[in-house]
Nanobody, 125 residues
Framework: QVQLVESGGGLVQAGGSLRLSCAAS????????MGWFRQAPGKEREFVAA????????RYADSVKGRFTISRDNAKNAVYLQMNSLKPEDSAVYYC??????????????????WGQGTQVTVSS
């Protein structure tokens, strides 16, 4: 099991930036590919971004492509989500998650084994 703790959320104006961090502990971090998901009130949890074990491959939801960047530092057991040009529709609770299965399944929240508690991001118009 991997324990995950997100931080870095907050209130920001549209067009602004935030950087989310996710600190991992427990099992070997580099054995997991990592994902960021978000959930707005009344909506299902949706895929935002994912990064492979080494960090060499990243994938993004179309809604955030070109604005968000996922990265990881295996030496620090951490994954990050840099969010630029934020929009009100980006407002949600953001979760990081860890998975040890196939990276091809990255958009399916069901393949992730461990989740953080989430951090709130609110973008005002």
């Amino acid at each position: 099991q991997v324990q995950l703790v997100e931080s870095g959320g907050g209130l920001v104006q549209a067009g602004g930036s935030l950087r989310l961090s996710c600190a991992a502990s427990g099992r070997t971090f580099s054995n997991y590919f990592m994902g960021w998901f978000r959930q707005a009130p009344g909506k299902e949890r949706e895929f935002v971004a994912a990064i492979s074990w080494s960090g060499g491959t990243t994938r993004y939801a179309d809604s955030v492509k070109g604005r968000f960047t996922i990265s990881r530092d295996n030496a620090k057991n951490a994954v990050y989500l840099q969010m630029n040009s934020l929009k009100p529709e980006d407002s949600a609770v953001y979760y990081c998650a860890a998975a040890s299965g196939f990276f091809s399944s990255r958009e399916n929240p069901g393949v992730y084994e461990d989740w953080g508690q989430g951090t709130q991001v609110t973008v005002s118009s």
